[in-house]
């Protein structure tokens, strides 16, 4: 196959064939974005170093100016797949050196521009593997505002730096969402317990719309932990991005003092219950509290 050399502005490709995602979108009005399928970008905070930042080469879109490493997703790639493998392209980010944060997106109907704002959970130097990059640098927060800002970037960091401030976590009172529904779950707490973690795992993957949380961006993926008590603590769990508490005794006092290791560390903390004593309980500590049916909903 001959890869055709790009036409100016367009982004390269370090090797392979060109993939069907990577064309412009041109609007009725004449502007062009790169993505058919959209794009995404990952921003990298490091609670140390700042926000790893991408300078431009002059030849691209808006060139000499700092961005985010990213680009154009593939075709029923998620934007969360697609800022991840791109920032893996072009700044040589480990893929499990970072948790996703949350998603903020622009939706602009013919194109959409998804910035995956995740942590840095394994310190990392990214290295430059494209021709796309002059310099791959981490930025201290405050001083990112004073760059040259890709003006897309520009636009939307004021409201990435104000959403920086949240980390969410959701603490579920097990025993209270299992037996919310009567399908036989008192015949085997174990095994209710268990699905119940997996479809934890699932929602801690594909996360929360903003909305439901109450906080800015577009979706969020909280810290999900879950407190066993009883029977259910023999539950089998295979539910890796889930934090599970076996309680020794109560499962309300493990969830009390779950909330209180949490409060101040993570904001919001959400505690999952039905339970008025319960709930009481952990608003005193600063938690927060939904109950059963907002779960429920949440997980489909």
Not at 25 to 47: H, I, K, M, N, Q
Not at 72 to 82: C, K, L
Not at 118 to 143: N, R
Not at 179 to 185: L, R
């Amino acid at each position: 196959m001959t890869i055709q050399p790009p036409a100016p502005g367009e982004p390269r490709r370090p090797h392979g064939p060109r993939d069907p995602g990577d064309a412009w979108v041109e609007a009725p009005t004449g502007e062009r974005y790169w993505g058919r399928f959209g794009a995404a970008g990952l921003l990298a905070v490091d609670a140390q170093r700042g926000v790893l930042l991408q300078h431009r080469v002059s030849w691209s879109h808006f060139g000499d100016t700092w961005a985010l490493p990213g680009g154009a997703r593939h075709q029923g790639e998620s934007a969360r797949d697609g800022a991840l493998r791109e920032s893996a392209e072009e700044a040589g980010v480990p893929v499990d050196a970072v948790q996703p944060r949350f998603e903020s997106v622009l939706d602009l109907g013919i194109w959409s521009y998804s910035t995956l704002v995740a942590d840095v959970t394994t310190p990392f130097e990214p290295v430059i593997s494209d021709p796309e990059s002059v310099a791959l640098e981490w930025v201290p927060v405050d001083d990112v505002a004073s760059r040259p800002l890709h003006p897309g970037f520009a636009s939307a960091w004021p409201v990435l730096r104000d959403a920086l401030s949240a980390r969410p976590a959701v603490i579920v009172d097990v025993a209270n969402v299992v037996g919310s529904v009567p399908d036989g779950w008192w015949k085997d707490r174990a095994g209710a317990a268990s699905r119940l973690l997996a479809q934890l795992s699932r929602l801690a993957i594909d996360g929360v719309d903003a909305e439901h949380l109450g906080l800015a961006a577009t979706r969020w993926f909280p810290f999900v932990s879950a407190v066993l008590e009883g029977d259910a603590r023999a539950a089998d769990v295979d539910a890796d991005q889930v934090g599970v508490f076996r309680a020794a005794g109560s499962g309300d006092d493990e969830i009390v003092a779950v909330a209180r290791k949490l409060v101040g560390s993570w904001n919001p903390v959400i505690v999952v219950t039905s339970d008025r004593g319960l709930a009481a309980r952990v608003e005193e500590l600063g938690a927060s509290v939904r109950g059963v049916r907002w779960l429920r909903e949440q997980l489909g």
